[in-house]
């Protein structure tokens, strides 16, 4: 018996327009990643841990990086957060060990999860609105920070709640399941979206006892995740190193003008759309909080990667804001505001700006003093063995090796890397010679880029060839 299956796409032009958004923003987002890794833009660290993380994983068969190391003492990333879908990246890694991947690999994620949102939108909604939230979604300014600050292994939670909520909308709770599951594994705090996605679902039917026992499964399912978290945080980061370190961001909670401004600019670049359905609260409300209750500037600045779940739950929050309301009139507007948010909160910059705004953290597009001397040193750097100190901007390009350092404190490095013409590179070059107790002579300077050798060193030295 021979079973023939045919398939058949045709695709709307509302489709086709939703994935041209998707593929220029994926484009897009690979250059300037790739253009802001090239101009040595990436100074947050973040970038090098999790590049020498996956390179230590592949050496040495744990998640080993310089920076935890010297700063909290653990010997595993999974000491500071625990993050396992990092491992899922270790075949590609191990194929191409660069920083860059991990970028690339967070820019089509993220693009492609503009796929999704226009996939779930268009089951809601029809293929005009559908579109119209795809484009406010792809333009959105948190997203393009989520984006360039750094990588992060969060970047891959973004798509993933979008398709947790498409195989709800659905039906498909084994996909859901799954879904959530590896959300789960990509932080810690992830509970929090997971547990307040369920309730969410489990509730949209209204608080009657019928429907929460016709849900129930989503109320148990939001428990599960509970526990998840606390397990996690309370016994097995503290197993990988000590106590977790980000409790002590809550101790003194309050709330201020800029958190508040925060709040509002961010639902602005939605439209407002997520606010006005009351039930959209129970979906957005813990992921709210964790960010606007924090001492931490940045978790309540433009710019970075701690929005990571309210983006996407933003936007499924507008999908069925529209769904259940009749704002066809004023929508338009509400989307022209959206745009115009956005754009005022664009976390990118060709210079720093000359009146920034204190709630926008932007990722600089101008490439360092002397980078492409820097480029020649690095490249030099890669083919020895030796230790080396430098400053953060260098620090993701060299990361694939496991003994690069950007703390003095414990280490003897054999040599030393700075750009004198940076603020960083004058202050690390300074913290080395008041912390090290070892002489180091310069063998090595040109465009303000510097290399120093530890005296005495007789390794032979990679630098020949720059002279």
Do not use: C
Not at 197 to 210: H, K, M, T, V
Not at 256 to 283: E, H, I, M
Not at 323 to 332: I, Q, W
């Amino acid at each position: 018996m021979m079973v023939n299956v045919k398939f058949k796409t045709r695709l709307s032009p509302y489709d086709i327009t939703a994935v041209l958004i998707a593929s220029v923003y994926s484009l897009v987002m690979v250059r300037l990643s790739l253009l802001k890794f090239e101009y040595f833009r990436y100074t947050s660290l973040d970038l090098g841990i999790f590049t020498q993380s996956l390179s230590g994983f592949i050496t040495g068969g744990h998640l080993f990086n310089t920076v935890e190391w010297q700063l909290y003492g653990v010997t595993n990333h999974f000491g500071v957060h625990f993050q396992p879908i990092l491992l899922l990246l270790v075949p590609l890694f191990k194929l191409f060990p660069s920083a860059k991947t991990l970028l690339v690999v967070q820019s089509l994620a993220l693009g492609f999860s503009a796929i999704i949102a226009y996939l779930l939108a268009k089951k809601v909604l029809d293929e005009k609105l559908a579109l119209a939230l795809t484009a406010l979604y792809a333009f959105n300014s948190a997203l393009t920070g989520i984006n360039l600050f750094e990588f992060h292994p969060v970047s891959l939670a973004v798509p993933l709640f979008l398709l947790a909520v498409y195989f709800l909308i659905d039906g498909n709770v084994i996909g859901f399941y799954v879904t959530t599951a590896l959300i789960l594994l990509t932080k810690e705090d992830t509970f929090l979206g997971v547990a307040s996605l369920s309730l969410w679902w489990a509730f949209r039917d209204g608080f009657s006892i019928e429907g929460l026992k016709k849900n129930r499964r989503f109320l148990v399912f939001a428990v599960i995740s509970v526990l998840y978290g606390v397990i996690v945080i309370k016994l097995i980061i503290p197993h990988f190193g000590k106590d977790y370190i980000y409790g002590s961001l809550y101790k003194h909670v309050h709330l201020t003008g800029r958190k508040l401004a925060y709040f509002l600019l961010f639902n602005l670049s939605f439209g407002l759309l997520p606010l006005f359905l009351p039930r959209n609260w129970v979906l957005l409300a813990l992921p709210w909080l964790e960010n606007l209750l924090a001492s931490r500037p940045s978790q309540y600045t433009f710019g970075f990667h701690y929005p990571y779940m309210l983006v996407p739950l933003s936007f499924v929050g507008a999908v069925f804001t529209l769904e259940e309301l009749k704002l066809r009139k004023v929508l338009p507007v509400l989307l022209a505001v959206g745009l115009m948010a956005s754009w005022a909160t664009i976390p990118v910059a060709r210079e720093p700006p000359e009146e920034p705004l204190s709630i926008v953290h932007h990722s600089l597009l101008e490439p360092i003093p002397g980078y492409k001397t820097a480029w020649t040193v690095v490249d030099a750097l890669l083919k020895t063995n030796l230790s080396v100190y430098t400053q953060p901007a260098f620090y993701p390009a060299l990361a694939v090796k496991g003994n690069v350092y950007v703390y003095p404190a414990g280490i003897k490095p054999d040599l030393v890397f700075v750009d004198v013409r940076t603020y960083h590179g004058g202050l690390y070059l300074k913290r080395l010679r008041e912390i090290v107790d070892e002489k180091y002579v310069l063998v090595y300077s040109k465009n303000g880029i510097e290399v120093y050798e530890r005296a005495g060193l007789k390794l032979p030295l990679p630098l020949e060839e720059l002279d």
